[in-house]
Structures are given as structure tokens and as C-alpha cells.
């Protein structure tokens, strides 16, 4: 049957968020927090431009830590509602302009977030998981921006995470078992998303386009490293927690998993796009 939920698209369930914090709610939480570490710095450059008084949407928010700085730029005049299908995580928050709201950015109606009403809309990390949706969640998202307003979203190329070192013990295996990033497809999962956004935003209507993308080389036992062996563990968990996983996927999951605390393994750390876009003014 088809699901609407799912886009009312195919037969087959749609593969959605793989590190939900249930049943592992302090490794998510460390999980995230090191995500924090690592993203901030340069996600809060690219929100430069939000000023005193905005009102701001973040969707799929985490932690809250990028929500609680857009509070604290758009200061006393200002508001900023950040949603999360699991709000475990911000209900810890408390500032007097941020409102936290347990929100489906697939599914749950736009009126209580208030549709038309924000200068700026932003997601981190969170459109990639939606395969098969990214489209629909990108327009309600712009729905939900003012004529003139902003919407910003940050995702990976999660499938170009990848040795560099062809001499390195662990490459061949590594390769094997990613299979150039289709080790994502077989979940269900587009390895190169990221690279999409720009002309999603397109077709979402948006104008003035702007995409930048980065990466970097790391080792093993850096905080890249950790970040992503804490990811791979969350997504094999849930994989056994769903039945899912096989062995061939268990081996894999440890060739792919050895070789993160090793610092004598260099690898690309994923290509990160950031596309911001503007609703066009009537
Ligand atoms: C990888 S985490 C990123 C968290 C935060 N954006 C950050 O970068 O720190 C993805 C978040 O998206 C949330 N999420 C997943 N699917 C969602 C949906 N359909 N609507 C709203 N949030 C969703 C998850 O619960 C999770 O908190």
C-alpha cells in the first residue's frame, strides 16, 4: 500500500531519520554535541546576515545549538521557533525568544508554526535523511518564509567519506565494503545529496541562489573521526534494532568502523554543501 506520509510515491516505506535518540538518548546526545563542535563554527558564518529582531525557523534543530545563537542574534525583539520530530533534547533549553515545538516537517500542519511569517528558515543535516521527500520538505519550509525571506539548509555528500591513502592496510577493505558511496544506496539513501540543493532550491521557486561546499582530509581518532564512528554505531544499532541488520552488513560495519581511531588512516571527511535562497517578493 502506498503511504502518504511517504509522498504517496511507492510501495516500499521510505527509509527516514537513522539515529533517532530512543533507547540511546545519552550516546545521541553526545553524538550530537560533537556534531555541534564540529559544525558551528562555520554554520554560524553562514547565518551572519540575520539581524536584531528576525524571526527565525529552524527546522530539525537537535541540541539547539545553532537555535539558541540565532536567539541570541536576533536579540529581545526578535523569535526564533525551533522544531524537532524529538524535542527531547531542546525542551531543556530556556530563553524568553526561543520556542521549541515538536514539529514534522513532512507531516504536521504549517499553521501552528505560521506560514508566510519568517525572515529566515534554516535546516542542518537534516533534509539528507528524507529520501524521497527532500523536495516536499523544502517547500513547506518555504512556505513558512515571508515574501523576501531567507531559507538556508546545510547537508553532506555523505558518500564521498573515503580513504585517501591507497598504500594504507585498511583502503581495500575500506573501498569494499563503501562501494564509492553505495553503501548509502543500498539503505535507500541518495549518497550525493548534497550537490542537489541548488537546484532544488530552483524548483522550490527561490531566487538569488547561493551554494558553497567544503571538505576536508582528517584522521582517524580526530573529532571527525570520532563523529563519524559514533554515527556509523547509531546506524548499525538501528539496524538491529529493525531487524536489518545482516551479517555481511555487520562485517562491513566493522571495516568501515576499525579504522576511525587509527591516526595512521587519512580520509576525505565528506563534502558539505551549505545553498541559501530567497523567497521572491510579490
Ligand atoms: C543529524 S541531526 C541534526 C541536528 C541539528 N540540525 C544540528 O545540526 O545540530 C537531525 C535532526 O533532524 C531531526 N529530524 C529528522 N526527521 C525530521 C522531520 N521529518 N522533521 C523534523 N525534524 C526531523 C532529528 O530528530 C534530528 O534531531
Redesign the pocket.
Known amino acids: 500500500m502506498s503511504d502518504p506520509a511517504d509522498g504517496g510515491t511507492t510501495d516500499h516505506p521510505l527509509p527516514?531519520?537513522r539515529?533517532?535518540?530512543q533507547g540511546r538518548q545519552r550516546v545521541e546526545d553526545e553524538r550530537?554535541s560533537l556534531?555541534?563542535q564540529l559544525?558551528d563554527p562555520i554554520s554560524r558564518q553562514r547565518r551572519v546576515g540575520v539581524r536584531p529582531g528576525w524571526r527565525c525557523l529552524?527546522?530539525?534543530?537537535?541540541?539547539g545549538?545553532?537555535a539558541v545563537w540565532l536567539a541570541e542574534q536576533v536579540g529581545p525583539t526578535g523569535r526564533v521557533v525551533a522544531?524537532?520530530?524529538?524535542t527531547t533534547y531542546l525542551n531543556r533549553l530556556d530563553l524568553p525568544n526561543l520556542e521549541v515545538r515538536r514539529?514534522?516537517?513532512?507531516t504536521d500542519s504549517l499553521d501552528s508554526l505560521g506560514p508566510g511569517s519568517f525572515d529566515f528558515v534554516c535546516?542542518?543535516?537534516?533534509l539528507f535523511?528524507?529520501a524521497g521527500k527532500q523536495e516536499m520538505?523544502l517547500r513547506r519550509m518555504v512556505e513558512c518564509l515571508r515574501p523576501g525571506g531567507w531559507l538556508l539548509d546545510e547537508d553532506g555528500d555523505w558518500g564521498m567519506v573515503a580513504p585517501v591513502d591507497p598504500s594504507h592496510s585498511h583502503y581495500t577493505f575500506y573501498h569494499r565494503a563503501w562501494k564509492n558511496g553505495d553503501w548509502w544506496t543500498a539503505r535507500g539513501y541518495d549518497p550525493a545529496f548534497g550537490r542537489t540543493l541548488p537546484m532544488l532550491f530552483e524548483r522550490c521557486g527561490l531566487i538569488n541562489i547561493h551554494h558553497e561546499a567544503s571538505a576536508s582530509v582528517v584522521r582517524g581518532g580526530s573529532p571527525w573521526g570520532q563523529w563519524w564512528l559514533q554515527s556509523l554505531e547509531g546506524i548499525r544499532a538501528s539496524e538491529q534494532a529493525d531487524g536489518s541488520l545482516t551479517e555481511e552488513r555487520d562485517q562491513e560495519y566493522r571495516v568501515l568502523t576499525a579504522p576511525l581511531t587509527d591516526p595512521s588512516f587519512w580520509f576525505l571527511n565528506a563534502l558539505i554543501h551549505a545553498c541559501s535562497g530567497q523567497r521572491p517578493s510579490p
Open positions: 527516514g531519520y539515529l533517532s535518540a550530537l556534531l555541534e559544525f529552524e527546522v530539525g534543530s537537535g541540541r545549538s545553532m522544531t524537532d520530530v524529538d514539529h514534522n516537517i513532512l535546516a542542518r543535516l537534516v535523511w528524507l520538505a
